[in-house]
């Protein structure tokens, strides 16, 4: 035992592990812009390396940081290079990364006040701060989780509760089962996350009314049904594909005329609210009660950053309610209130830099950026052979070629050349290519070159 302290003793005294990794670290950033974006067939066949069974006995950290950096960093998607344009996910800004490298040695839990002062205090600083730039109501509340899928689902879990309390009905007390029902109202294109939030939170599809969406996915007001206090709507604040933002204010009003509890989920596009080039796409959305955004899309955060917004705190408190004799709550803001884990990594704080390093206009311009870039992609693309198919109204493009088969095989080509890296979906019936433009580091040079490696693909494709 004395020799197992003596060696992580030592690790902390002469720091020389830590000075390996960073160094490792900075030959990554050095290299991360002439990487393929998707790693070789050859790096991905390293990982077989790693198979083995448990060791019975140590190795040295100097070994296992070793194999990290030979075998991990070549098996790695370079998103922070600029040419990476799947899944709506972002780049990191770095000034938040070493923020959550500093906040990573503190390793402070941000459960409580009295177990980080400092998480507490960044916390509600960002809750302010998040609240000013997406114009929500005063007294919004704020709770940071791991990414927009918990988020969604704390807000709809708080929109349930609140509705069912409203008809007399106490979750907390009486459970589930034997309640009255609940309505759900949303577009047939809501996220994939939104249907996992409902099951999680037990609520069916045979529950849900799906609402028609527009040629560009908004969800169509016109065939939204009556809406009473037992329903809970759910918007979009950018379609996962197009990008395009439901009509917050029609619906909003008409929901809270009924009493009915709106959430919106804005993973990346609720962001557009903190921009004055892309603000007309969010009015209304202050008439919601609830909202749920991630810091790792648009904002650039690192990864496992999420928000949920409530309008209403003791309604969220309620539903998130964390008791124990051994709790100390504190005047202060005590965090787990806002979460479902009672225990949980400071997540504020790299957004407290994020947002504290940009300011508003820093922000601004950022979002800016992005939607530049993804126009440009729509406007170069076609002179390659490709179709836009969606209003480039945020940072999302949806392309096809000429057929089906064919964007389908020259998805497939891009992906292989590893220029850039882009996902498929299925927009309208048929397989599209969707260009997701989340990152700061996205240049006009890396959407050229992404262009130009799009139509070489094409031209591949084409002469198989």
Not at 150 to 175: E, I
Not at 187 to 193: C, F, I, L, N, V
Not at 196 to 218: F, H, S, V, Y
Not at 232 to 240: F, P, T, W
């Amino acid at each position: 035992m004395t020799d197992f302290w003596n060696t992580h003793q030592q690790h902390n005294q002469d720091k020389a592990i830590y000075q390996q990794a960073m160094q490792y670290a900075s030959d990554y950033l050095d290299t991360v812009r002439d990487r393929r974006v998707f790693p070789s067939d050859e790096a991905i066949a390293r990982l077989a390396e790693l198979d083995e069974p448990m060791p019975d006995n140590p190795e040295t950290a100097e070994a296992v940081l070793n194999i990290l950096h030979e075998i991990g960093s070549p098996a790695t998607v370079a998103q922070g290079g600029g040419r990476y344009f799947g899944f709506v996910n972002g780049g990191v800004i770095p000034a938040s990364l070493a923020a959550r490298l500093l906040a990573d040695v503190w390793d402070q839990n941000a459960g409580l006040f009295v177990m980080s002062p400092i998480a507490s205090k960044l916390e509600a600083l960002c809750e302010r701060w998040l609240v000013e730039l997406f114009g929500l109501p005063e007294g919004t509340v704020a709770g940071f989780v791991s990414g927009t899928s918990t988020a969604t689902m704390v807000g709809l879990l708080t929109g349930r509760n609140a509705l069912l309390k409203n008809q007399g009905w106490d979750v907390s007390k009486q459970g589930l089962f034997g309640a009255p029902p609940i309505r759900v109202v949303t577009s047939e294109q809501a996220h994939g996350t939104v249907r996992k939030a409902l099951a999680i939170i037990g609520i069916g599809q045979a529950q849900i009314e799906w609402i028609p969406a527009d040629a560009q996915g908004r969800l169509d007001a016109t065939h939204l049904p009556e809406l009473d206090n037992n329903t809970l709507v759910i918007l979009q604040a950018g379609n996962v594909n197009s990008g395009a933002f439901d009509p917050f204010t029609e619906v909003c009003q008409k929901a809270n005329q009924a009493g009915a509890w709106v959430h919106i989920d804005g993973a990346f596009g609720l962001w557009a609210a903190a921009s004055k080039s892309t603000q007309h796409l969010t009015g209304g959305i202050a008439l919601a009660d609830s909202w749920s955004v991630d810091g790792h899309k648009t904002l650039n955060t690192p990864y496992d950053s999420g928000v949920v917004l409530c309008r209403d705190k003791s309604a969220m408190v309620s539903a998130l309610q964390a008791t124990g004799a051994y709790m100390q709550f504190s005047d202060n803001r005590d965090g787990m209130l806002f979460t479902p884990e009672m225990s949980r990594r400071a997540r504020g704080i790299e957004m407290w830099a994020l947002l504290k390093t940009l300011g508003r206009t820093g922000v601004d311009t950022m979002i800016k950026q992005l939607c530049d870039r993804a126009k440009l992609f729509a406007e170069l693309l076609p002179e390659q052979g490709f179709h836009v198919l969606n209003d480039v109204v945020f940072n999302q493009v949806v392309v096809v070629c000429d057929t089906p088969e064919l964007t389908q095989a020259t998805l497939a080509q891009i992906q292989r050349d590893g220029v850039c890296w882009c996902g498929g979906s299925n927009w309208r019936g048929q397989p599209v290519i969707r260009i997701s433009v989340c990152s700061w580091a996205t240049t006009e040079d890396d959407v050229r070159l992404s262009v130009e490696a799009f139509g070489q693909a094409l031209q591949k494709t084409n002469g198989k």
